[in-house]
């Protein structure tokens, strides 16, 4: 949508604003309720900042990508501002580098100076909560229990649960896209030693992560790296919202775009017509965790979904806002 139209205050009160605040991506949702109680969305947008730089190694944020972040921020303000969400229904959710940052003091100023709302750093657990309810409200799994995979920039959420949204398992695992690259995969293309290295530390995490991934009978896929693999298996000639939820990817298409990935620079991931060019160099990490999922899994095909953990906050806010 371009812009807000012209409406009453008393519509406007009913809308609200999820911020998904991430390792790699900062993103708005401003929706409104259906008649069901499900999600209009009235605007989305990303934006990758990379917030997450360096923190596995430094254990700080980065002065670049708080930066990057705030005028992020500053963007955001502006469009939650022009759709006339009142305070009190803006909600922003920082994940996994806000947990591990120890001067996270500073992104908690900029963004209350920016946004005019606390940053809410959320569990792991909350997380896996909020990205099951987000994705079980845009698809419906072929079978239960349903694993909701979201891998982001700094760690995985695994999510096993019913389609009432039940969760009976859930982890959130300090394995992510970026994490990933910074740590193992410095080369491009990746060295063979290292992308193996990379897949036992990997498979360490998920051999201990206490989610029976075996029991599974259908597998959802949400966040960028499900949904950037599918648009490049589709070969989609630009990224298409539509066109990617709700696809499905088979787990030996996954191990296929490992390899060819695997295989490429990053000047060269980045030419894929339908690749974010900042996604570029940590979609190789990422494909290898799903990969590393798939294993593990007796559903055959990964369903993926556009609606994620940013769904999930926006439902929330609706939901105590009636």
């Known amino acids: 949508m371009n812009g807000p139209p012209d409406q009453p205050t008393s519509v406007a009160r009913t809308r609200v604003a ?6 790699n991506s900062i993103r708005l949702l401003v929706a409104e309720s259906d008649a069901d109680g499900g999600l209009v969305d009235l605007e989305r947008r990303l934006e990758i900042v990379r917030l ?4 596995d190694a430094t254990g700080e944020f ?3 990508a708080l930066a990057r972040t705030f005028a992020a921020a500053d963007r955001y303000e502006s469009r939650i501002a022009a759709w006339s969400v009142l305070p009190e229904r803006v909600h922003l959710v920082a994940t996994s580098a806000a947990r591990d940052a120890g001067n996270r003091d500073l992104f908690f100023a900029g963004i209350r100076q920016r946004l005019g709302v606390e940053a809410d750093v959320i569990s792991g657990r909350q997380e ?3 990205s099951f309810d987000g994705a079980l409200s845009g698809v419906q799994p072929g079978g239960l229990p349903v694993l909701v995979m979201d891998i982001g920039g700094g760690s995985t959420e695994l999510v096993l649960g019913r389609a009432d949204g039940e969760v009976q398992q859930a982890v959130s695992l300090d394995i992510g896209s970026v994490r990933l690259t910074e740590r193992f995969l410095p080369d491009s293309p990746p060295a063979a030693a290292d992308l193996a290295q990379a897949a036992d530390f990997v498979d360490a995490a998920l051999d201990g992560c206490g989610v029976d ?3 599974a009978a259908s597998w959802i896929g949400v966040a960028g790296t499900a949904t950037t693999l599918a648009a490049v298996h589709l070969g989609l000639a630009s990224y ?3 066109r990617v939820h709700g696809s499905v990817i088979d787990q030996e298409v996954i191990a296929g775009l490992l390899r060819r990935l695997s295989s490429l620079t990053v000047a060269e991931i980045r030419a894929i017509p339908s690749m974010h060019p900042q996604r570029a160099d940590v979609i190789t990490a990422g494909t290898l965790i799903a990969a590393r999922v798939a294993l593990r899994l007796s559903a055959s095909q990964l369903l993926v979904s556009e609606s994620d953990i940013l769904d999930g906050i926006a439902l929330n806010l609706l939901r105590a806002s009636t």
Request: aromatic share 0%; glycine share 14%.
């Open 128 to 130: 896996a909560q909020l």
């Open 240 to 242: 298409d919202r539509k």
């Open 62 to 64: 980065h002065p670049d």
């Open 213 to 215: 991934l075996a029991s």
């Open 18 to 23: 999820a911020i998904d605040c991430g390792t």
């Open 52 to 55: 997450g730089q360096g923190v």
